[in-house]
């Protein structure tokens, strides 16, 4: 039934439309992703970055720098072909000033300018222009130097040849626009993890790093290609075989892998496309993992080794696995805009064929290989079993089912997992006063006795056979391994709540690690913080202030004691049993007062290495960690 008419005017007058580079920054977030994190910022020379990843791929650049001028600018120069500066027949106006002006736009949409090409969102460097207070272009090419300025993404004069010269390239230096991003401040460690990205997707391209706010530089060049990043992302494990490495085209598809196995029970599986990482793989991981399950599976039935079961799982064959799947494909499909997802059907038959190839002559050339792969397979697909008998035992045994909890959690009225929070507390003292003291309506709290299993060093079968592991699964509600499912997770908040002295810290770091590598998505969507009770409570007379550390400790004595010392009490906790219930309430639980930090995950490859040095069995490179940064970390961040 029509409804009655809206006097609200709604005409062709309402109709935006937003010319040139206006939609870029009326949205910018659409195209580059976060203009407050620091993520949009970064990805601003990774944009202009890829273009000369591209004239590599292409092989017409070897020599990239990276600089991070005083002032804050950046400039980013490639020794190239350098973009073309002739004058569009259909524009009017130089071909760079059309690439730097319009999205869409640039020689990777003919199919004879470049045969594969990169770019995050594939929007170019129209963007960074767009986004910059200012931006100037350098390009060296037929025979002279041109230059061109630009403000806000228009451009002050037209193109002009300044000078004659034989180099050939193009050199960007853009400046971000404070309007657009909170922060216009580099963060060099952060440009340095994708350069080495780059670095190692792209043998014997040479990209070099300069701060000119520091003065240092660093540079970037690796001629061993794949099988470097699989030695780099090992790390300090112990490898079961030697690194397997193969490349091959076919129809049209380039397929680079590179692969080894180590003692680990994680697994490490990276996906490019055109040098674009793909968190979410799609058929070029399809068809690797597929092949490998199904090489193996052939291969062991084949040689009919003992003790090891025939019906192998993917998960049993790629324990411990590091491997990088790069494809070059010319003209990619991906789920989305970020290309998080790579959709090309055909991509996943070519690289299950050049993958089975080559790996099957590797297990016939290197039976030393071969042995070791398969007992560590074997090892795999028992501890598998184990888990499943496990699984089912605790299943009988009510363990997964919250129902069936001792007196040990204190759940929370509230039903709504988006309004809920669980508090995990050390030991049944600080348990006691936190049940006492918290908010019944909306705060669970779960005590734990004593230090968990170090899943680091245990296979998924020993982690459900310990007690304490068994108990926080049964709160959180989302079950574990095959069973796990974030849907079902009870509270959004897990709150980790330990003494601030030394095994506090080694209790906070045995749960980090028992949720990196059992409850990853967990970590992952944001809902694990950690705690920050008082170190101290200053008081004098009537005054109290809680502290968190010596400076603030300092500070406050200052405040409070106005010169004079006298009557003043310098309280340290040395665990939260300590406190009575309203002093934890205040100080600790309750959200107006609290302080509590996200455990966000930044790098997982960085953060698998720092478990692995933290809790792994190797001793003496955690001695040379904690002696590295002992004084000068407070706290680790993952």
């Avoid at 008419?5 to 937003?18: A, C, G, M, R, W």
């Avoid at 222009?129 to 931006?135: F, H, I, T, V």
């Avoid at 069995?617 to 407070?634: G, H, T, Y």
């Amino acid at each position: 039934m029509p409804k009655k008419e809206n006097k609200t005017k709604y005409d062709s007058s309402n109709i935006q439309v937003l010319k040139g580079l206006e939609a870029v920054k009326k949205r910018p977030g659409m195209y580059i992703g976060d203009t407050d994190d620091g993520s949009g910022l970064h990805h601003m020379v990774f944009e202009v970055l890829d273009n000369c990843i591209d004239e590599a791929m292409a092989g017409h650049c070897s020599d990239i720098d990276v600089i991070i001028n005083k002032n804050g600018s950046v400039t980013i120069k490639d020794d190239g072909r350098g973009i073309p500066v002739d004058v569009h027949k259909k524009e009017g106006i130089s071909a760079a000033e059309l690439i730097l002006t319009t999205l869409h736009s640039g020689g990777k949409f003919d199919d004879n300018s470049y045969k594969v090409s990169g770019g995050l969102h594939g929007v170019g460097v129209s963007v960074v222009n767009a986004l910059s207070k200012d931006l100037t272009l350098k390009v060296w090419r037929d025979g002279g130097e041109f230059i061109q300025k630009y403000k806000e993404g228009k451009a002050v004069a037209k193109l002009k040849k300044v000078k004659a010269s034989k180099l050939h390239g193009t050199e960007i230096t853009f400046m971000p626009s404070e309007k657009i991003f909170s922060s216009i401040d580099f963060e060099t460690d952060r440009i340095h993890k994708r350069i080495q990205e780059l670095s190692f997707l792209n043998a014997g391209v040479s990209i070099n790093v300069t701060d000119e706010r520091t003065g240092k530089t660093r540079k970037f060049k690796n001629n061993g290609g794949l099988s470097s990043y699989v030695t780099h992302l090992k790390g300090r494990k112990q490898t079961v075989s030697e690194v397997f490495e193969c490349s091959a085209t076919n129809n049209d598809v380039g397929v680079e892998i590179a692969l080894q196995w180590t003692d680990s029970y994680s697994e490490t599986v990276l996906c490019y496309t055109n040098n674009i990482p793909q968190k979410d793989g799609g058929t070029h991981l399809a068809g690797f993992r597929g092949s490998l399950t199904r090489v193996l599976k052939a291969f062991i039935k084949k040689e009919n080794a003992k003790k090891i079961p025939t019906d192998l799982l993917g998960e049993d064959v790629r324990e411990g696995l590091i491997a990088i799947v790069s494809v070059k494909v010319p003209d990619p499909k991906f789920s989305s805009q970020t290309k998080e997802k790579l959709v090309s059907s055909e991509v996943e038959s070519v690289v299950s064929t050049v993958f089975s190839k080559y790996f099957n002559e590797y297990l016939l050339e290197n039976p030393k290989d071969a042995v070791s792969i398969s007992s560590k397979v074997a090892e795999a697909a028992l501890a598998r079993e184990a888990a499943r008998k496990a699984r089912e035992m605790t299943r009988r045994k009510g363990v997964l089912e919250i129902a069936g909890l001792p007196g040990k959690l204190a759940d929370c009225q509230e039903k709504d997992p988006a309004l809920s929070e669980i508090y995990i507390v050390e030991g049944d003292s600080a348990g006691g006063s936190a049940k006492q003291g918290r908010n019944r309506k909306n705060q669970a709290i779960l005590p734990l006795k004593g230090k968990i299993i170090n899943v680091e060093k245990a296979r998924i079968d020993k982690v459900l056979g310990s007690q304490e592991v068994g108990t926080l699964i049964k709160a959180l509600g989302c079950g574990i391994g095959e069973d796990f499912d974030i849907g079902k997770l009870r509270y959004h908040r897990i709150i980790i709540m330990t003494d601030a002295d030394v095994d506090g810290s080694h209790i906070r770091t045995l749960l980090l690690t028992l949720f990196y590598r059992q409850f990853y998505d967990i970590l992952d969507k944001g809902h694990v913080y950690i705690a920050l009770p008082p170190l101290y409570k200053i008081t004098k007379g009537k005054q109290f202030e809680y502290v968190s550390n010596e400076s603030e400790k300092d500070a406050a004595i200052k405040r409070i004691s106005s010169g004079g010392t006298r009557g003043l009490e310098v309280q340290r906790y040395k665990g939260l049993g300590e406190m009575n219930p309203d002093q934890l309430w205040s100080t600790t639980m309750e959200p107006e007062n609290r302080k509590m930090m996200q455990v966000t995950i930044n790098d997982a490859n960085e953060a698998d290495q720092q478990f692995e040095i933290l809790m792994g069995d190797q001793v003496e490179p955690r001695r040379e960690f904690i002696d590295n940064n002992a004084l000068s970390v407070s706290n680790l961040d993952i």
